[in-house]
C-alpha cells in the first residue's frame, strides 16, 4: 500500500509524461522524415538570412550555389552572402507560407511564398514571390543548391 505522498508523487509523474509526450519507451512524438528535415533547414536558413548569420549561410549552401532573384539577378554563394552581411540587403523580417516540400533521395524541393520587409541599399523594400529551392543532402546535412524568386 502507498501513502498519500507517494500516490501523489507517482500521479505527478505521469501527467508530467503526458505533457511532455513521453511514454514507457521513450519515443519521439512526430518521427523525422527527410521531408521534416528539410523544413527545417529551410527555416534554419530563413533566420540566418534575417540574423546576417554570414557564417551559417555559407554552411547550410553549396559552393555552387546560384541564388536568383525575381529581378533576375543570379547570385553565386559569395555574392549572396556578401550583399547581406554587408547590409547592402538587410531582411528585417521574412515570412515563408504555404510550403510544399518534395524530397527525392538525396535531393529535396521546397517551394513557398516568400514574404519580406526588406532593406536594399538603405531604401526600404515589401516583397511577396514565390520561390522554388533545390536542396541537396550532403554529409548527412541539406544544403541550398539553387534558388529562384518569380512574381505571383
Not at 78 to 97: A, D
Not at 107 to 134: M, Q, S, Y
Request: net charge positive; charged share 20%; glycine share 8%.
Amino acid at each position: 500500500m502507498h501513502s498519500r505522498r507517494q500516490v501523489a508523487l507517482l500521479t505527478a509523474a505521469a501527467a508530467g509524461s503526458a505533457i511532455l509526450g513521453l511514454t514507457a519507451e521513450a519515443k519521439p512524438a512526430v518521427p523525422i522524415t527527410p521531408q521534416t528535415e528539410l523544413t527545417q533547414a529551410v527555416e534554419a536558413f530563413r533566420k540566418a538570412m534575417v540574423s546576417a548569420n554570414g557564417r551559417k549561410l555559407v554552411a547550410m549552401s553549396s559552393p555552387s550555389l546560384r541564388f536568383g532573384h525575381s529581378n533576375g539577378l543570379v547570385q553565386s554563394r559569395s555574392e549572396f552572402v556578401r550583399s547581406i552581411v554587408t547590409g547592402k540587403e538587410i531582411f528585417r523580417s521574412i515570412k515563408l507560407s504555404q510550403h510544399r516540400n518534395t524530397v527525392v533521395g538525396s535531393t529535396g524541393v521546397a517551394r513557398h511564398i516568400f514574404a519580406a520587409d526588406i532593406l536594399l541599399d538603405g531604401k526600404p523594400l515589401n516583397v511577396k514571390l514565390n520561390c522554388i529551392e533545390v536542396w541537396q543532402r550532403s554529409g548527412g546535412q541539406w544544403r541550398l543548391l539553387a534558388r529562384q524568386a518569380f512574381k505571383t
